[in-house]
């Protein structure tokens, strides 16, 4: 979808579609109060009929019959305006492509970045609106070849506003665009099947970037990660015949401050020996959902021109039950010499991610790291798929993490790692068992953020479980079904963010 700005009223603007929003009780403004006249008094009476009333969410089509240039008009309720905030527009516009696809509209026009939220500015409101409007319209057609040609798409999106305003206007769309563009390219990589989606191809995919000056990629194969013995994460991907990979994006290499990102990227997750049952094996094609983001924030950043160095680090492997599978009950050498016992080999994404934590702390030396993993099912029993929960060693580092969370509104939620939790993870056989010795998965979320401490030494760190953000199983205003994108935002507005 193109999406472009023009200083035109919209009395006047030649469209097939002008979306216009209105709160509850609202009074027409001095240019719509003119359309209604035109339309024969047709706005004012149906908000009079209470028809419509200007509830959140409501719609309303009304055809102007040539009266004035706009052919349609799609009449957008924006709730009480007291209430109203920039997550309410990224909503509204996922909702305006649903409407705008449904009745086979190509094109539109709107001017919802008009309507005034405290404490923001125009350009905030355009970006919210384009990504809203970016976010919306994705769909995942990568594999269809049935009625191709009857899926929808929308071609253009302008919005009309004052010629002063057009600068900002411009940037807004610029920042929305590209954090929307980056987020449906996670989307795309979370939802490609496993069969293709290998730790070679995402090693491909992170390639592709190093064509940007700023970028160099290095990637390590059986053979180096053997050397380096990264032995936790090789020896979950013993049980699978496709090679693993630890692929490293550094950007700005020679600047100073540096912030790791690190992503879990296990391309499948059968489980490995303790295999999944079949309900819970369906989806695991997203397991690298948290690589797949460390890719995208690493593309977004680049045409953010972020100024600080961030290293972005993507364990990848599957986790597979081959004959030559790690067996509950083996002991591995970790990179940071700790010894892991391995008590269930569903519980890989954390070998991989000690690993590749301690080889950037040792080897990077940053002033940060985040890492993001669709690490536990239990995210999902605690948080459900509002939040990602979020832990760590430094508080400021997570109040950052938050209120960026809500700024986007890719939310967070910290969870506490205390000391007592270590003690369920201590081993018989070796330093930590890599589950929990309790009765079941108690506290399944932060006892996985703990064993990560154990491979963190001294610099600041936070872990982020994306289980019930990364993947919708319901679509909702700007998500579809399916991978969602989550943290490609959140990261970026943090990375934005960074020394302000
Ligand atoms: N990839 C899963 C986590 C997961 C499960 C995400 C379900 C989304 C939905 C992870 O590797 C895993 O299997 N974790 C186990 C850990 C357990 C064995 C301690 C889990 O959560 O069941
Ligand atoms: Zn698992
Ligand atoms: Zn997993």
């Known amino acids: 979808m193109k999406i472009n700005s023009q200083s035109t009223k919209i009395t006047s603007c030649k469209t097939n579609l002008l979306v216009i929003g209105l ?17 024969n008094g047709e706005i004012s009476s149906i908000i009079k009929s209470k028809q419509f009333a200007g509830e959140l969410f409501q719609s309303q089509t009304i055809s102007t019959l040539k009266k004035i240039p706009a052919k349609k008009i799609l009449l957008l309720g924006l709730g009480k305006e007291k209430e109203f905030s920039l997550e309410i527009l990224r909503k509204i516009a996922g909702l305006t492509t649903k409407f705008v696809k449904k009745q086979d509209f190509k094109e539109f026009a709107t001017n919802l970045q008009t309507k005034i939220i405290k404490n923001t500015t125009i350009e905030q409101r355009t970006q919210a609106l384009t990504e809203g409007f970016l976010l919306g319209e994705y769909k995942f057609t990568d594999y269809k070849t ?26 807004g769309i610029k920042i929305g665009r590209i954090l929307s563009d980056a987020t449906n390219y996670v989307r795309d990589l979370v939802n490609t099947p496993a069969g293709i989606a290998t730790p070679t191809f995402m090693a491909n995919e992170a390639k592709k970037l190093a064509k940007n000056k700023s970028i160099k990629v290095k990637i390590l194969g059986k053979k180096e990660l053997t050397k380096l013995k990264m032995n936790a994460l090789l020896g979950v991907s013993q ?15 020679s600047k100073k401050e540096s912030i790791a990102l690190v992503g879990k990227g296990v391309t499948f997750d059968s489980g490995g020996l303790d295999i999944k049952p079949d309900a819970y094996m369906v989806d695991m094609k997203f397991d690298m959902a948290g690589a797949a983001t460390v890719l995208g924030t690493m593309k977004s950043i680049v045409d953010l021109k972020i100024p600080h160095r961030v290293i972005g680090f993507m364990p990848l492997t599957e986790n597979m039950p081959g004959s030559s599978a790690q067996k509950p009950g083996d002991v591995v050498i970790a990179y940071n010499k700790k010894t892991i016992e391995i008590l269930n080999t569903d519980a890989e994404g954390r070998l991989i991610l000690a690993d590749t934590l301690a080889y950037a702390e040792k080897n990077y030396k940053p002033n940060a790291m985040i890492d993001l993993a669709t ?25 950052k993490l938050k209120s960026s969370g809500d700024e986007t509104y890719e939310r967070v939620w910290e969870l506490p790692l205390w000391d007592e939790y270590q003690d369920f993870l201590k081993g ?37 479980d994306i289980a019930g953000t990364a993947w919708f199983i319901k679509e909702t205003h700007y998500n579809p079904k399916g991978a969602t994108g989550y943290g490609v935002r959140l990261l970026s507005n943090l990375l934005q963010n960074w020394k302000k």
């Open 375 to 399: 690490l536990t099912g239990a995210c999902i029993m605690a948080l459900g798929y509002t939040a990602a929960a979020v832990m760590g060693t430094d508080e400021k580092l997570i109040a």
């Open 428 to 464: 018989d056989v070796a330093d930590v068992r890599n589950i929990g010795n309790m009765k079941g998965y108690e506290a399944g979320t932060i006892v996985a953020g703990s064993f990560l401490k154990n491979f963190v030494e001294k610099t600041p760190w936070v872990h982020i």
């Open 146 to 171: 049935v009625d191709k040609d009857k899926i929808k798409t929308i071609s253009s999106c302008i919005f009309l506003e004052d010629k002063k305003e057009l600068l900002a206007l411009n940037n």
């Open 239 to 253: 049980g699978s015949s496709q090679e693993p990979k630890l692929v490293i994006i550094d950007y700005n290499s």
């Open 23 to 39: 709160f509850e009780k609202e009074k027409l403004s001095k240019e719509l109060s003119l359309i209604d006249k035109q339309l």
